[in-house]
C-alpha cells in the first residue's frame, strides 16, 4: 500500500511518500512544494496542484493523509493554508484516492505516543520508523512523513477492528 502524506502551506507545502507492507513502512520520496512570496495566490494554488497531481499520478497512493488546518491568530494564513488544502484534495479526487485528514495532536500521538511532542521527537522518531540515516529535510517533509505514518497506523489498525467485528 502507498500512502502520500501532505502537510500543506502556500508558502512550502510538504510531501511524503511511503509504502506499507504488514508492519513495515519504507520510503519511497519526500520533499517540499516551494512557491515564491511574490507569487499571486492563484498561481501559488497553480503550482501546488500542479506538483501534487503529479505525485499522484506517479506513484498512484491509495490513500492521501492531510494535515487538519491549524487555526491559531493569523487568519489571512489560515484562509491561504485553507485553499491549499482545497487544491491538494482535489487532485487526490481526480485520481479516486481516498483522503483523510488528521490534527497535529492526531499525528504526534500516533508516531511519537504524545500528543504533545515537539519537532524533535516528532522528526527522532520518523527517522526511527523509516530507517533512515538522518531526519528528513525541510521540517515540512519530516511532517509530512509523519502525517503518512499516521494514516499508516490508522488504516493498519481499522483492518484489525474489522476483522475482530467479523468474529
Do not use: W
Not at 502537510?7 to 512550502?12: F, K, L, Q, S, W
Not at 512544494?33 to 507569487?39: A, E, K, P, Q, Y
Not at 487555526?71 to 488544502?85: D, I
Not at 540515516?133 to 505514518?149: C, H, N, W, Y
Request: charge should be positive.
Amino acid at each position: 500500500m502507498i500512502i502520500l502524506g501532505i502537510d500543506p502551506g502556500t508558502a512550502i507545502t510538504g510531501f511524503g511518500l511511503i509504502s506499507m507492507s504488514g508492519n513495515k513502512f519504507n520510503v519511497i520520496d519526500y520533499g517540499a512544494i516551494r512557491t515564491h512570496s511574490n507569487l499571486s495566490l492563484p498561481k501559488r494554488l497553480d503550482i501546488i496542484f500542479t506538483r501534487v497531481d503529479e505525485l499522484v499520478r506517479l506513484h498512484k497512493p491509495q490513500f492521501m493523509a492531510v494535515e487538519e488546518l491549524f487555526f491559531n491568530k493569523n487568519v489571512t494564513t489560515a484562509l491561504s493554508v485553507g485553499h491549499a488544502r482545497g487544491v491538494i484534495m482535489l487532485a487526490a479526487v481526480r485520481h479516486d484516492v481516498e483522503i483523510f485528514q488528521y490534527t497535529p495532536l492526531q499525528v504526534k500521538q500516533s508516531v511519537v505516543g504524545y500528543g504533545k511532542a515537539d519537532k524533535k521527537q516528532v522528526q527522532y522518531m520518523v527517522t526511527k520508523i523509516l530507517n533512515l540515516a538522518k531526519a528528513p529535510t525541510p521540517d515540512d517533509a519530516s511532517d509530512a512523513l509523519a502525517i503518512a505514518i499516521c494514516q499508516g497506523h490508522s488504516t493498519k489498525l481499522n483492518r484489525m477492528l474489522s476483522k475482530l467485528e467479523e468474529c
